[in-house]
């Protein structure tokens, strides 16, 4: 015999039973998902504009390869571009017809790649329990962190915000009860908007839409379903799930399953913790002294020891950024011989780093500290690592 309390407001289910053959009272606190899904705008060229701000003076933008030639394909465009037709897997050519004034940059993946690592180093610094996606997109369990969807759209704000304060890019969130509404709800929300897609609102939000809003549903699988008159969600969420594995064998029941809301699937955090932990940091005016730098480095150096300590863990190399407002780029790193956490010796030995390698003539526009060799140590898992 079982006793269900549900406390709908906290988002939380308590159990309570009686165990026959140990004669004990048992109980079990399930709490329901709540599901961040984080997609960052543009991806390609916002890193562009927040690594050389100048670029903000072009409307049209895009990032694409053999600029010079023509010859090229479009990797990502602005929005701005996008309202004239250029997406995506488009010749260099037919944007530039479609939209003449597009200002065309070379890719820079290195860079790509550093951006892509510090967003996952913010997620990181909230919970363990994130899932990367893609260069720009993540998946993130905050079940244990909060317990209504009120206050998981605060705490995604409050991501959004600090992505956005760090590295000046904007992310569009999804906030849903699993993986595949919380993708949906990304697509749906603007830059920095949140968008919740609660269970008891796929009817009226979700069933609406184009099928191709759904993940897996490729331009090939839509016109197989636009031939049997299936052309929204909720057209495939009431279809027959047996028509659709006729026409579209398993990926007929998936479809199904993620348009009613089915989709169980965990955020899978078990490989990803960080292999470096850092922050950089763009300044709004350029630092010309000792002082300003030394004081910024200080700052950064707190919070990777904050960092460092959620996941009680040790690095044995320390890299420094300079980026200077002739964008210029200087990286340099120091090897130890034991581990170091200390905010206190990330603070001295960026300095010394620091001090060593800026010309004093130039001013600085960026400063940035990342941690490597990461060693994680055992330790108890608390309930909510339990969760």
């Not at 581990?339 to 400063?367: H, M």
Request: glycine share 6%; charged share 20%.
């Amino acid at each position: 015999m079982f006793l269900i309390i549900i406390y709908k407001e906290y988002n939380v289910r308590f159990y309570f039973g009686y165990n026959h053959s140990k004669k004990i009272l048992t109980s079990e606190v399930i709490l329901m998902p709540i599901i961040l899904y984080v997609d960052i705008n543009s991806f390609f060229v916002s890193v562009e504009i927040a690594n050389n701000p100048k670029l903000k003076v072009h409307t049209f933008l895009a990032v694409a390869g053999s600029e010079s030639s023509r010859k090229g394909v479009i990797m990502t465009a602005n929005y701005a571009s996008r309202d004239y037709g250029v997406k995506a897997g488009m010749s260099n050519r037919d944007a530039l017809q479609l939209c003449p004034n597009l200002k065309l940059i070379p890719p820079n993946m290195d860079l790509y790649k550093e951006y892509s690592n510090k967003v996952m180093d913010i997620l990181f610094s909230y919970t363990h329990k994130v899932e990367k996606r893609s260069i720009d997109e993540a998946c993130i369990d905050i079940s244990g962190l909060v317990f209504d969807y009120d206050n998981g759209k605060f705490l995604a704000l409050k991501i959004i915000n600090e992505i956005k304060k760090t590295l000046d890019i904007s992310v569009s969130v999804g906030l849903s009860f699993n993986k595949s509404m919380a993708k949906l709800g990304s697509d749906l929300a603007g830059p920095l908007e949140v968008f919740l897609i609660a269970k008891e609102s796929i009817e009226t939000i979700v069933w609406p839409l184009p099928v191709k809003y759904l993940m897996g549903a490729g331009p090939k699988t839509c016109k197989k379903l636009r031939n049997v008159d299936i052309n929204t969600i909720g057209d495939l969420a009431n279809t027959d799930i047996l028509l659709l594995k006729t026409i579209l064998k398993k990926q007929g029941e998936a479809l199904y399953n993620c348009a009613n809301g089915l989709d169980a699937s965990p955020v899978n955090h078990v490989q990803t913790l960080p292999k470096s932990i850092g922050n950089s940091k763009t300044v709004s005016s350029d630092m010309t002294t000792i002082e300003e730098c030394e004081e910024l480095l200080k700052s950064i150096a707190i919070s990777i020891e904050q960092r460092l300590l959620k996941y009680q863990a040790t690095a044995t190399t320390i890299s420094i950024v300079i980026r200077t407002n002739d964008f210029n780029t200087i990286t340099r790193q120091k090897t130890f011989e034991g581990p170091i956490s200390s905010g206190d010796t990330i603070y001295k030995e960026a300095c010394l780093l620091f001090k060593e390698n800026w010309k004093t003539e130039i001013p600085v526009r960026l400063l940035g500290i990342s941690m490597s060799g990461i060693e994680y140590f055992k330790r108890q898992l608390s309930f909510m690592d339990m969760i």
